[in-house]
């Protein structure tokens, strides 16, 4: 590599500009072309699978070269922004070269959480950028959407920091994480993870630079009195856009704290085991959830319906004010078609009016915001004409039609401009008087190239003359060799073709001159009122975009309600008590997906004292998915929507947990078993009687004893534990779990229906009070397709181990393994007769102390004895 002294004047600019941006890919301008250098061209060359070569930047030295169209730019940034890389966009700026240099310097760096070109967007979903900040037992996280201005931290308490951290991020799913640089924090999986310099994220720093962004002495108003994290995490956003993206973090006009306590926190496996947005099988959207309620016809609303599904409320209030709305529209089908059909022409408002105040739009955006404000009226006027229903009153008073911008709109930008900047046409003529003045002078150049082949047919008499235009010759006379014998003494031959000769005169030259010379003031006076155009209508983006928010709002809710309607769903009853009663619950996504059936409905009915509920029954018999349909029920309720059921009355659940399948993560070293553990575990430590569990299978992971007793052992804590007693749904083959009924006062047995049709199976799919009376594993085995020979040796191995059960059996066996407490046992006579919610902690304390001084002592036969 050549040595500083030695490099070419623009070997030199690179160098210098590469060094303020080392971590980043750097497209360098060079004409048409953007430009890849040393180990840059050698990743981009692998990366985006072009032609590596080389560049002699001086005597004798040569370097890796790779460049790319600038014109085909947007495709290959978006494969590198796709693998993790950042890359820095440096452009020629001014009018022409000084000392025989272009100047040249980076207008943006392009990140997984800074991407705002459309081409590179996934429209249904935010594209986040968080920061996380960590400190003793807390977590602070602010996130950003560059394209639609979304602005938000929080700061909660948490015993595991990296935990709490990657749950919210889970939420989030942002497509880029900012940590520091010294941070131990393990955060993969959830994002790319840049690293920023640590004393970029000092607390003092990021403070002052929220509040000279904001212009506000005191960062109380925007709630975040008291979190340092959190205003670390936001300022240190701010801080990162200003290097990378200046004109996003100039549209941040709002920031919103919010608390975890807001909404429910659903962790990574009950988003994964209730499909919320994606499937566990293929991970696309087809089968989740999202994919059945989303029937909205915005981008706007299909980002905000998949916030509302992964955010269910708590607030009892704001979910009966979502309720009312979709209530709005489901009761008066004209007003919601009307409403859709009108939504459904609209752009994403939100995302183009951030190109627009970004400075990165181009004319076509500006023609989107104009049709998109056009449409606007026809939308609010049937919601005045429904203002008389509060929950419609309130969106039509933040409802701004944005007049005054559309009016700009049509009085700046022509009908139909071309596509991009450089080309004329943009501006509407009476908009700018200098430009009208431009435009007049040139015309009568313009007019006299127009007519100029009809004059020289009829000066000359030669009727195949031509005028035509080229970018070597700009226009020139083109006559035939037939005819060159007429051709005026005063044309200038030009250039010699095969059967023509072409010709200038002195005349066309100076009036093309006239043209070119206002073609090219017209381009800059043309770029120079565009931009202007789209600074105006930045300083209104807060209006724009909190009337995109109601559009939004307006689809979602009238989408909920056109489900409702079509599916036959019906409005749930909240309550703050913990009741569960769901009356012919319905699978929301299973029921859309059966061909040739019905799906069959089922009760979800606790009783008042109910607490835990054992189901039993055989495989494909409809277990899991009953588990599943009450858990997303629930969730349907909370987030806002009608339900697929007869009835419901539901107490609000603080949290869903879910225990279903089993995922071995052998790159983390963990087998399914462990997995099942942890994710257990997980459940008994943060679920509260407000809780629903949702458990699926617990203990099959390990040997039969093992995985029984874990199972036993879990029931009796879910229902015993003062701080438990949760709401919970626990399917199982362990048969003998169903004796805890007989045990336990809040357990109830319940089974999947299931006749036995002359040796056939048939699965009845209705949950029924009662344990099952057998498995019918081998009944399952043989609808999956099993060999005969296998189905028949397994039928007769099952009638000698039935046969030779008795006393050893592994009935038997797992009975006296299970004999926790033995009946006999005088301590659980006395443990059953004690009035707990009489005693004081001092007196329960002492009791546990006397009970272990009796165990320890030898012959006393009380709940350790075992005869």
């Excluded at 006062?745 to 299931?754: D, H, I, S």
């Excluded at 048939?762 to 296998?790: Q, T």
């Amino acid at each position: 590599m050549a040595t500083a002294s030695e490099a070419t004047p623009i070997r030199q600019q690179y160098l210098d500009i590469k060094a303020q941006y080392p971590d980043a890919i750097l497209f360098f301008r060079l004409g048409d072309f953007y430009e890849t250098f040393d180990r840059d061209a050698e990743t981009a060359a692998k990366e985006l699978d072009i032609v590596l070569t080389s560049r002699n930047v001086a005597k004798g030295a040569r370097v890796p070269m790779a460049g790319i169209p600038h014109h085909a730019a947007e495709g290959y940034i978006g494969k590198l922004i796709e693998r993790g890389y950042h890359v820095a966009i440096c452009e020629q700026i001014g009018e022409g070269p000084v000392k025989g240099l272009f100047p040249r310097q980076v207008v943006r760096v392009v990140t997984p959480g800074t991407v705002v070109e459309p081409g590179l967007l996934a429209g249904d979903r935010n594209n986040y950028l968080a920061a996380v900040v960590v400190g003793e037992g807390r977590v602070g996280v602010a996130y950003v959407d560059v394209t639609t201005g979304e602005f938000c931290a929080t700061e909660f308490e948490t015993g595991d920091p990296a935990g709490g951290a990657r749950q919210e991020l889970m939420r989030l799913r942002p497509a880029e994480v900012l940590l520091a640089d010294d941070s131990q924090l393990a955060l993969d999986g959830v994002g790319y993870v840049t690293r920023w310099p640590a004393w970029r994220l000092a607390p003092d720093r990021t403070e002052t630079a929220l509040k000279n962004h904001f212009g506000v002495a005191s960062l109380d108003g925007f709630g975040l009195a008291n979190r340092p994290l959190a205003t670390t995490a936001a300022g240190g956003l701010l801080d990162y856009l200003g290097e990378t993206q200046q004109p996003a973090a100039s549209l941040l006009v709002e920031l919103s704290t919010y608390s975890l306590a807001d909404f429910m926190v659903l962790d990574a496996a009950t988003r994964r085991n209730l499909e919320l947005t994606e499937t566990l099988r293929s991970g696309q959207l087809r089968g989740s959830l999202l994919a059945e309620l989303d029937d909205s016809v915005t981008p706007m609303g299909k980002r905000l319906l998949r916030q509302w599904i992964g955010m269910p409320l708590l607030d009892k209030q704001r979910i009966e004010h979502r309720l009312d709305q979709v209530t709005s529209f489901y009761e008066d089908g004209l007003f919601r078609a009307a409403i859709r059909q009108e939504l459904a022409g609209l752009g994403d408002l939100e995302r183009v009016t951030n190109r627009i105040a970004s400075a990165v739009a181009n004319p076509r955006d500006l023609t989107s915001l104009r049709e998109d404000l056009a449409r606007l009226p026809a939308i609010k006027l049937p919601l005045e004409q429904k203002a008389e229903l509060a929950p419609i009153a309130e969106l039509v008073a933040k409802f701004d039609i944005c007049d005054d911008i559309l009016q700009l709109l049509h009085s700046a930008l022509q009908d139909d401009p071309p596509a991009t900047l450089g080309t004329p046409g943009i501006i509407r003529r009476g908009y700018s008087r200098q430009l009208d003045d431009i435009l007049d002078s040139s015309r009568s150049a313009r007019d006299w190239i127009a007519n100029l082949e009809g004059v020289e047919r009829e000066r000359t008499g030669i009727k195949s003359l031509k005028v035509g235009y080229n970018k070597v010759f700009g226009y020139y006379l083109e006559v035939t060799k037939a005819n060159s014998g007429a051709v005026p003494d005063e044309y200038i031959r030009k250039q010699t073709l095969v059967n023509a000769e072409r010709y200038i005169t002195p005349e066309m030259k100076d009036y093309e001159a006239k043209v070119l010379s206002a073609e090219e003031e017209i381009k800059d006076l043309e770029s120079e009122l565009f931009y202007e155009l789209c600074r105006r209508i930045g300083e209104q983006a807060p209006r724009l975009l909190a009337s995109a928010r109601v559009l939004a709002r307006l689809d979602v809710v009238a989408t909920l309600a056109e489900v409702a309607a079509v599916k036959g769903y019906n409005r749930p009853e909240l309550v703050d008590e913990p009741v569960l009663d769901i009356r012919e619950g319905r699978h929301p996504v299973v029921e859309q997906h059966l061909p040739s059936r019905r799906f069959v409905a089922n009760d979800a009915v606790f009783d008042e004292d109910e607490r835990v509920r054992i189901i039993t029954g055989p495989n494909m018999s409809g277990k899991s998915t009953y588990l599943r349909q009450v858990a997303l029920l629930v969730l349907m309720a909370q987030m806002g929507s009608y339900l697929p059921a007869e009835r419901a009355r539901i107490g609000l659940a603080d949290r869903i947990f879910t225990r279903i399948g089993a995922q071995d993560e052998i790159h983390a070293g963990q087998s399914t078993f462990m997995v099942e553990m942890i994710e257990t575990a997980n459940i008994l430590h943060h679920a509260t009687a407000r809780s629903l569990l949702i458990l699926d299978e617990i203990g099959r992971g390990t040997s039969t004893y093992d995985g029984l007793s874990i199972a036993w052992s879990v029931v009796e804590y879910i229902h015993s534990h003062p701080r438990l007693r949760s709401r919970t749904l626990f399917a199982t083959h362990y048969h003998e779990l169903t004796r805890l009924a007989d045990r336990l006062p809040g357990v109830r047995n319940y089974n999947v229906a299931v006749a036995d049709e002359g040796g056939r199976l048939v699965f009845l799919h209705k949950i029924i009070p009662g344990g099952a009376d057998r498995s019918y594993g081998i009944h399952v085995g043989e609808l999956a397709g099993l060999p005969r020979p296998v189905i028949n040796r397994a039928q007769e191995l099952l009638a000698e181990l039935e046969a030779d059960g008795g006393a050893t059996g592994p009935s038997a066996a797992t009975s006296q393994q299970l004999s926790f407490l033995p009946d006999a046992s005088p301590l659980l006579q006395e443990l059953r007769k004690l009035e707990i919610e009489g005693m004081t902690p001092l007196e329960a304390l002492n009791k546990l102390y006397e009970w272990q001084r009796r165990l320890g002592g030898e012959g006393d036969s009380g709940i350790g004895d075992k005869g």
